[in-house]
Every structure is written in structure tokens, then in C-alpha cells.
């Protein structure tokens, strides 16, 4: 109190000090987990109290939280008294308060929790051109992170502070472009059931006319040369090695490839498009069928590209006043109807496997989906039959209002939805990938395969945003165990490019960063890649996120051996996987506001002796180090590499 009041006493006497309220910035600029930050108040409007000691003033935020501030070097001091605000209760909320001032840790809280006293920070920051005021939520999550900077005041000795947007980096394509002599891409090995349709499409970068063949292959698969795709059906189970080569004017190339004749499908994670994360209600058969078009004409089809997934709303929807929506929701007989956006299921499913890609569709075990249309409860089978004849490969089923119907939150009622409609696309004549949704429920990672899951959903939905990305994307650690060939974790859609919820949609608000380390880490997390974004609205780094193929191999190496987190220190981690060749992939990420050397230590990773390090966004050689690898990362930035033993 004494060192304060002398400080300000100084200040007076060389007239300066004008105090600037934290409260009284722009806090639209203010980043937060949950909610929008309040002046004078918690999070949710109360007075801010932290440990039963009330403040009039301050703001009112919850974790992870980040405010940029520039001072122009024209500030005296930054002060608040700071805590987990009382009104969370007996929940426990666990944040740390950090105060950032050009790239330097100038305050840290340490870890504080609910019911912990207020504690005051008081930092100099003369000289400082930029201060960051963070609040991270801890290692348990951010649930009830409600975080007070109470009596928050930037001391000036001119000037104003000013609330300023994050930094926006330029984006760096870092994939090359393809080269006009033939390459692999895409999965080098594709499941299917006995008597089951193949469908399944070879594909190549390189300049076109493309030639395909494939020795080994088993009677009953026939291979189109000129398109790649695969097609037949065979009834005896077995795996079948094969060779397949691509030939242009330019040369030819060769590689493995398994085709495996039993029971499982998804033997590497789903790679497609689904219209939720930027059509939502606004779905309809133009849309898709763009989408479809625009997956050939950008090129990722041939990168190996496949699914065109509709999510929800192409069901009637029962009371709604949309006459597009409205209708019998089901034949007489039982069979679920379309909507008018939707004219023709059959012929949108034939369109979609005549461009090479596989058609998906989406329904809930409840009587409606999550967003009112009519779903599946007590029709399960009908519905599996006319997905079959439609013609569709891969079903979401989204848990929604099931929530109704299950009698209470045990996990036979949690699982019991998902056995019955495994049970009936079990009883149809065609492969469909059964995607579960709900959102984590019931540890869904430590059964979803028993209940015959393709993918589950390990999270609630994300959103475009750093928070939500990265929140939901490094807490994946452990789930690891559980994924592998036909059963995988599901972390939910992506959310590069130009994304919305429909009608209305805008360019992804991560930063390029931001999406380096998206894509990077769904690719180590062997998660479905499903693209969320306008298909027609592709731009050159979209593309180049999505095109890189030694990337795409990490998501689709056969071996799929999720990623685990093998290091972890403040907002450093460093996460990897072993591949199918005995090389690793690794990647490296700083979650942090400053760039920063991360450091991969080998033997932590259980490499020993030299490794070749190689960097899979820009697929260059770096070097063949020994004992560690140290590379700089941007903030929320990312690198990607492949260590081989030397
Ligand atoms: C839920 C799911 C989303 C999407 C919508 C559709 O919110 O989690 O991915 O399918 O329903 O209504």
C-alpha cells in the first residue's frame, strides 16, 4: 500500500498519472471463453466479488480471456486486484492471470482458484509499447472460469491505452505445388464388406490425362483406367496387396495399396465436406451439388477428398412455416420424406458417386434432429433402407432429442440409440460409415467401437475461434488409446475457409497461424477431416492447407496410431505419432501470445541416434540432428515434421 501511494504521490509531483479504468477500453476487442466481459461487474452481471470482498469497479471476464492494449510507451503502471469471482460457488474454477507487456512475462497470478483471496498485481510498464492481459483457464478446462480483474486501471503518463485486435499475421503458403509428373495421394488402403459395393477412387496429382492400374487386385473389383475409380464387389474376405500406378505424359509413379475385403470400414479417417459449419438451414441440392463440383474443379479430389456429407435439415420439418420445409413427413409405408430443397436424394447420390466422391446424409435417434426436423426414433430400419436405395455412404446421428426419450443418463440408455441403428445398417446391401454424435457423452471414446462407431464426436460444436479450436483440439489427450483403423475420435468439423452457419457467412476468424495448427493438429489426432466451409469460395491458402499431401499422409497413414501429447510446459507443447514406415510425426505448437522456441526431445519420443528431421508444410529436409529438435513457432502457430531414423 505504502509503495503505491508513493508511486502515485511521485506521479503527481511530475504531473502525470492519468488513470484509464480497464472498464473504460474497448472490450469488444476482449477474447474470452464464455460469454462477454462486463464493466463493473462478473461475468454473468453480479457485483464483482472475489473471496466474499466486494469491488466496485473492474471487469468482469471468463477464461481463456485476452486483451490486447496498445500504450504507445506512454504508460506509468498497470494495478487490479484479480480472482475467481464469488458467484461460481462450490464449483471450482481454476485460472492464472498473466500480464504481458512486448512479447515479456511481467505478472504471472500463479494458478487461483475459487474461493482464493484477491491478489494484487501492480507492474511498471514504462517503456512497454503493447501489454497483453490474459487469463488462462488452467489445466481441468475452462468450466467456471469466471475471472475478475477488479479495480483494473492502466496509469498513464499521457495519452490514452487503447484496445486493439489481436495480430493478424499474413498468410504464408507453405505447400508447395504439385509438379506435373504423376504422385500418389489419398489413402493407402480402403476397407469394404463382402458383397458390398466398392467405391472407391485412385488419385493423383500431376498433369492431366491420368492413367490408372493396380495389379493384384481381386476378380470382382474392376478398375476404370482413365478415372482411377474403383468399383465391383467381391465376396470372399481377404486383403489384397496390390500395386498401383499413375501414368501421364510426364512419367509414372507406383505404391502400395490394400484393399481389404472384411468386416471394418473407415480404415483411415473420413476426408469430405459437410455443409453444417457454413450452410447450416440453408442446405439445399444447388448447394451441395456445388460443393461436389467444386471438390473435382479445386483440385482436392486429388488429393484424396471424398465425402460430400449433408448435415442436418434436409428432412420435412413438422410445424414449421416454411413451405420449402413443409409435408408428410413419411410415406405411408414408413419411408422418411425430403424437403423440397432436397427433390431428389437418388439423383443427387448418383451425381455425387459420378464425380468419384461418396455421398453422406445426417439424422438423429430422437424424433426430431437438433434442429427440428423429423429423425429417426422408432423408423431406424426404414430409415437404414432408404439411405441404402437413395444410395448414401456415410450417416451422422446426432443425438439430440433423444435426450427425451432416454430414461437417464446410464450408459446402456447412452449407448442403446447407437446399437439399434448399428443393428439396422447392418441389415442393408451397401457400406455406411456410421459417425455418432453427442458430443462426448458417457466417455463415448471407451465405447463407441462397441456399439459399432465409425467416429464419434469427442466434443460439443466448435466454432471459428482460437478458444474454441484450440480448446477443444489439445484436450484430446488420452483419447488416443481408443481410435484406430474403422473407430476414431471426432473432435468436431473444420473450421478454415469461408465459414457461417448460413445465410450469412465470413472468412474463418482464425488467424492463417491459427489454422496451420488447426489442420496440423487434426491430422495428427487421425481425426475425420471434414471440411466446413463454402466449397465455391476457395482461396489460395485455404487450398494450400488442405492440398498438402505429406500433411493428408499423417491423417491417412494406415497404421492410425492417434497422436498423443509427450510434452507439455506452460503454453508449449509438443505432441507425435508413429507411422506405418517406423518414422514419427511430430508436431509443435506454441498456444502462447509471443513467438517461441519449442523444443522436440527425442528421447522423450523414444527416438534414438540421428534423425532425419523434414518439415511437412514446406516437404523440405531441414537436417539430421541428434538428441532434440528446436524450432521457432509464431504465436498460436504450429510445425509439422517426420523424424526417420538416420
Ligand atoms: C448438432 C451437431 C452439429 C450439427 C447440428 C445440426 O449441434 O453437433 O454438428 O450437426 O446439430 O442441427
Not at 463493473?40 to 466474499?52: K, N, R
Not at 443418463?409 to 446399437?419: A, I, M
Request: one cysteine or more; charged letters at 25%; glycine letters at 10%.
Amino acid at each position: 500500500m505504502f509503495g503505491s501511494s508513493l508511486l502515485s504521490m511521485l506521479c503527481t509531483f511530475v504531473g502525470v498519472s492519468e488513470e484509464s479504468p480497464l472498464g473504460s477500453l474497448d472490450l469488444s476487442k476482449m477474447r474470452q471463453g464464455w460469454g462477454t466481459p462486463h464493466v463493473d461487474q462478473s461475468v454473468e452481471g453480479h457485483p464483482l466479488t472475489i473471496a466474499g470482498r466486494a469491488f466496485a469497479t473492474g471487469v468482469g471476464t471468463h477464461a481463456a480471456s485476452m486483451l490486447w492494449v496498445s500504450l504507445d510507451e506512454k504508460a506509468e503502471r498497470f494495478e487490479a486486484w484479480v480472482g475467481v469471482d464469488d458467484e461460481v460457488g462450490k464449483s471450482t474454477g481454476t485460472v492464472e492471470f498473466r500480464v504481458i507487456g512486448d512479447g515479456k512475462d511481467l505478472w504471472r497470478s500463479g494458478v487461483l482458484k475459487t474461493g482464493d483471496a484477491a491478489k494484487r498485481v501492480e507492474v511498471a510498464l514504462r517503456g512497454v509499447k503493447t501489454m497483453i492481459l490474459l487469463v488462462s483457464a488452467g489445466t481441468d478446462g475452462q468450466d467456471y472460469d469466471h475471472a475478475d480483474w477488479a479495480e483494473a486501471k492502466i496509469v498513464m503518463q499521457s495519452g490514452k491505452p487503447e484496445a486493439i485486435e489481436p495480430p493478424r499475421e499474413e498468410a504464408d503458403v507453405r505447400t508447395p505445388k504439385p509438379g506435373p509428373k504423376p504422385r500418389i495421394t489419398g489413402p493407402k488402403v480402403f476397407g469394404v464388406r463382402p458383397g458390398h459395393p466398392i467405391l472407391f477412387r485412385f488419385t493423383a496429382t500431376g498433369t492431366k490425362p491420368m492413367r490408372f492400374e493396380c495389379t493384384g487386385l481381386p476378380p470382382g473389383a474392376a478398375l476404370d483406367a482413365a478415372t482411377g475409380q474403383l468399383s465391383g464387389k467381391v465376396s470372399a474376405p481377404g486383403e489384397h496387396r496390390c500395386t498401383v500406378t499413375a501414368t501421364n505424359a510426364e512419367g509414372k509413379a507406383s505404391r502400395e495399396f490394400r484393399l481389404v475385403i472384411g468386416s471394418k470400414i473407415a480404415l483411415t479417417p473420413p476426408l469430405g465436406w459437410n455443409s453444417w459449419n457454413c450452410f447450416a438451414a440453408d442446405v439445399d441440392d444447388a448447394k451441395v451439388r456445388a460443393a461436389a463440383q467444386a471438390m473435382v474443379s479445386s483440385g482436392l479430389a486429388d488429393h484424396g477428398w471424398s465425402n460430400i456429407n449433408i448435415d442436418d435439415c434436409w428432412e420435412i420439418k413438422p410445424g414449421s412455416d416454411d413451405a420449402m420445409l413443409q409435408g408428410e413427413p413419411r410415406d405411408p409405408d414408413g419411408m422418411i420424406n425430403t424437403n423440397k430443397k432436397f427433390p431428389d436424394m437418388k439423383a443427387l447420390c448418383a451425381h455425387i458417386h459420378s464425380l468419384g466422391l461418396r455421398a453422406g446424409l445426417y439424422s438423429s435417434p430422437g424424433p426430431l434432429t437438433c434442429a427440428g426436423f423429423t429423425a429417426s426414433y422408432q423408423f431406424e430400419e426404414k430409415d437404414a433402407q432408404r439411405w441404402a436405395q437413395w444410395g448414401f455412404d456415410y450417416v451422422k446421428y446426432d443425438w439430440c432429442s433423444y435426450g427425451d426419450i432416454a430414461k437417464d443418463d446410464s450408459l446402456e440408455e447412452l449407448q442403446k440409440p447407437y446399437r439399434v441403428m448399428r443393428a439396422a445398417l447392418d441389415k442393408v446391401d451397401r457400406d455406411i460409415v456410421f459417425s455418432l454424435c453427442q458430443y462426448g457423452m458417457g466417455k463415448v471414446w471407451e465405447w463407441g467401437a462397441d456399439v459399432g462407431g465409425n467416429c464419434w464426436r469427442t466434443t460439443g460444436d466448435i466454432v471459428d475461434t482460437w478458444d474454441s479450436m484450440a480448446g477443444i483440439g489439445f484436450a484430446q489427450n488420452g483419447h488416443e488409446v481408443h481410435a484406430g483403423p474403422g473407430h476414431w475420435n471426432d473432435p468436431d468439423m473444420l473450421v478454415v475457409g469461408v465459414v457461417g452457419w448460413g445465410p450469412a457467412l465470413h472468412p474463418t476468424r482464425l488467424t492463417p497461424n491459427e489454422q496451420v495448427t488447426h489442420i496440423t493438429l487434426w491430422s495428427l489426432l487421425s481425426s475425420p477431416l471434414l471440411i466446413g466451409c463454402d466449397m465455391t469460395k476457395l482461396d489460395e491458402f485455404t487450398l494450400s492447407l488442405l492440398t498438402n499431401d505429406e500433411v493428408l499422409d499423417v491423417s491417412q497413414d494406415p497404421l492410425g496410431k492417434q497422436a498423443a501429447r509427450v510434452f507439455a510446459e506452460g503454453d508449449l507443447e509438443v505432441w507425435a505419432r508413429d507411422l506405418e514406415d517406423g518414422s514419427k510425426a511430430v508436431g509443435l505448437f506454441n498456444r502462447g501470445e509471443m513467438e517461441a522456441d519449442v523444443t522436440a526431445d527425442f528421447a522423450a519420443l523414444g527416438r534414438r541416434g540421428p534423425q532425419a528431421v523434414r518439415d511437412l508444410w514446406s516437404q523440405k529436409d531441414l537436417a539430421v540432428v541428434e538428441g532434440k529438435f528446436t524450432t521457432k513457432i509464431p504465436r498460436h502457430g504450429a510445425a509439422l515434421v517426420r523424424l526417420t531414423r538416420r
